[in-house]
């Protein structure tokens, strides 16, 4: 395989060594000659980058180029892939994000509910001007984005560049699942064949088979209901909040034993009950900044202070994998299976052509190539529906600048639901994020 090169949008991300610790493991599925790192906040991207760069340099020796800047052009020219993965605003507004809803009794999350479309409203300027600088430089690269919500980004990058097929919007959290079915199963996560369909985190597993096409489905639902059903991920499976996240599944399977949830259903499913459990001093941005984030920072420090990684353990994540096999089939076109966001088109039937909806779709230089799904039970369809018409208010509200428009897309939401109660947070939303949203009329 003939090696390419690759982009990081993002570098000063938390994700950033995880994927670099990836690529090192998965050199051979995905050979590279160059990285670059690039990000707009010089600081916060430069303790990643020179962390980075003593990791390569002792893990990654054939590797000819690694950078790290600030600048365009030496980011985004002559690249075979970009890996997005931004956060407008950062920290700091994702905290704002889950503590407003909260003050009104709603719940408080990144993507999910009035949370989740305060973040999609400020991603999406900086995601849309990103696309249109990357193909400045490179019209041939793949852009795999998975900056949330990707949901909503996703629809609006189809709503802004229609004829452009190479770009890919992706979500490890199906993928993270698996890993705990896996674990259940005690299999490799990747000798799993998922069934699934839905939404961005908005999604069901309707099977998985094993290699052989044998159906693990019941053995999976009853290890969940008869069992404890835990993050199994390195990254996740130690963190309070995800052991609850994926604890819930089993009360959703309970309830709906037909199709296995992808775990942020259970904003949805039981929204006074989770929001009941947060706290506003700690919501998960609070968690992040004193968790992933200074876990990160420290090992930055530690690697540039010592200037070697000889003590530190080079662990891929499922995450960092994910995002790169997902990207040696689209490059390489190795024609492998991974579940990724795509215009529906006819593949779950009875839902909206227009939708982008998640399946199992084969990886090709054509772009994803997905199975079709066929129809979908009437409960199922009728909250993914609920959940579409919200996503697509939300965009359409961006680019009509409409107030109501949102208003209506809150009140559509399952987190919410009640029009006052949907006007107070959008109300007070507009006002934290007035650097960040179009001006609403
Ligand atoms: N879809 C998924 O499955 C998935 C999984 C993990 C993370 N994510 C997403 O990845 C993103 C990064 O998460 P994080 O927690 O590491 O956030 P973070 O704040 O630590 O990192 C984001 C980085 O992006 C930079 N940035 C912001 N706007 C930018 C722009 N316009 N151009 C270039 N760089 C910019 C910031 O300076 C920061 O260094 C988030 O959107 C998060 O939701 C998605
Ligand atoms: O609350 P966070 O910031 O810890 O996580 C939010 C993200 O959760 C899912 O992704 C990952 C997680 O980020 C990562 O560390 C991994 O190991 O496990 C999670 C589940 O796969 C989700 O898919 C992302 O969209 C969220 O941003
Ligand atoms: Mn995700």
């Known amino acids: 395989m003939k090696e390419k090169?690759?982009?990081?949008?993002?570098?000063?991300?938390?994700?950033?060594?995880?994927?670099?610790?990836?690529?090192?493991?998965?050199?051979?599925?995905?050979?590279?000659?160059?990285?670059?790192?690039y990000d707009i906040d010089e600081q916060r991207q430069e303790k990643i980058a020179k962390a980075t760069e003593i990791l390569l340099k002792e893990h990654y020796p054939e590797l000819k180029d690694f950078n790290y800047t600030t600048d365009k052009a030496t980011a985004f020219?002559?690249?075979?892939?970009?890996?997005?993965?931004?956060?407008?605003?950062?920290?700091?507004?994702?905290?704002?994000?889950?503590?407003?809803?909260?003050?009104?009794?709603?719940?408080?999350?990144?993507?999910?509910?009035?949370?989740?479309?305060?973040?999609?409203?400020?991603?999406?300027?900086?995601?849309?001007?990103?696309?249109?600088?990357?193909?400045?430089?490179?019209?041939?690269?793949?852009?795999?984005?998975?900056?949330?919500?990707?949901?909503?980004?996703?629809?609006?990058?189809?709503?802004?560049?229609?004829?452009?097929?190479?770009?890919?919007?992706?979500?490890?959290?199906?993928?993270?699942?698996?890993?705990?079915?896996?674990?259940?199963?005690?299999?490799?996560?990747?000798?799993?064949?998922?069934?699934?369909?839905?939404?961005?985190?908005?999604?069901?597993?309707?099977?998985?088979?094993?290699?052989?096409?044998?159906?693990?489905?019941?053995?999976?639902?009853?290890?969940?209901?008869?069992?404890?059903?835990?993050?199994?991920?390195?990254?996740?499976?130690?963190?309070?909040?995800?052991?609850?996240t994926f604890r819930k599944a089993r009360q959703m399977l309970i309830d709906f034993p037909e199709f296995l949830p992808n775990t942020y259903l259970q904003y949805y499913l039981y929204p006074e009950e989770l929001a009941k459990k947060e706290t506003p001093d700690n919501t998960r941005a609070r968690q992040v900044i004193n968790?992933?984030?200074?876990?990160?920072?420290?090992?930055?420090?530690?690697?540039?202070?010592?200037?070697?990684?000889?003590?530190?353990?080079?662990?891929?994540?499922?995450?960092?994998?994910?995002?790169?096999?997902?990207?040696?089939?689209?490059?390489?076109?190795?024609?492998?299976t991974y579940v990724v966001m795509t215009e529906n088109n006819g593949i779950i039937s009875n839902l909206p052509a227009d939708a982008l909806v998640e399946v199992p779709a084969i990886l090709t230089n054509d772009g994803p190539k997905a199975f079709s799904v066929g129809e979908i039970p009437a409960f199922y369809k009728g909250l993914i529906e609920n959940q579409y018409a919200y996503e697509k208010l939300v965009v359409e509200a961006y680019y009509e600048k409409s107030y109501n428009k949102l208003l209506q897309a809150l009140t559509l939401n399952r987190t919410i639901v009640h029009a006052p109660q949907a006007k107070a947070i959008l109300d007070d939303l507009i006002e934290a994020n007035k650097d960040y949203w179009p001006e609403l009329n």
């Open 5 to 37: 090169n690759l982009v990081i949008v993002g570098g000063g991300s938390t994700y950033t060594l995880g994927i670099i610790m990836s690529l090192i493991e998965e050199k051979k599925n995905f050979p590279l000659k160059k990285i670059t790192l």
């Open 77 to 244: 020219s002559n690249i075979d892939a970009a890996f997005v993965q931004i956060r407008t605003g950062g920290l700091y507004m994702r905290e704002l994000d889950e503590q407003i809803p909260l003050k009104h009794g709603a719940i408080g999350q990144e993507t999910c509910g009035a949370g989740g479309m305060a973040y999609g409203l400020r991603s999406i300027t900086d995601m849309i001007e990103l696309v249109n600088d990357i193909r400045n430089y490179s019209n041939d690269a793949w852009i795999l984005n998975y900056t949330n919500p990707a949901a909503i980004v996703g629809l609006a990058l189809q709503k802004e560049f229609p004829d452009d097929k190479r770009i890919l919007n992706i979500c490890d959290m199906p993928i993270a699942i698996m890993k705990s079915y896996a674990d259940l199963l005690e299999k490799d996560v990747w000798e799993l064949i998922p069934e699934y369909f839905g939404l961005n985190h908005f999604g069901w597993f309707s099977k998985i088979l094993d290699q052989q096409g044998n159906d693990l489905t019941n053995e999976i639902k009853n290890n969940i209901i008869n069992g404890d059903f835990l993050p199994a991920d390195k990254e996740i499976a130690n963190d309070e909040s995800w052991i609850q």
């Open 291 to 336: 968790g992933r984030e200074k876990r990160v920072h420290e090992l930055c420090d530690h690697i540039i202070f010592q200037q070697t990684t000889n003590d530190i353990n080079v662990e891929a994540d499922i995450h960092g994998v994910y995002m790169i096999r997902a990207a040696a089939s689209l490059v390489f076109n190795l024609k492998e």
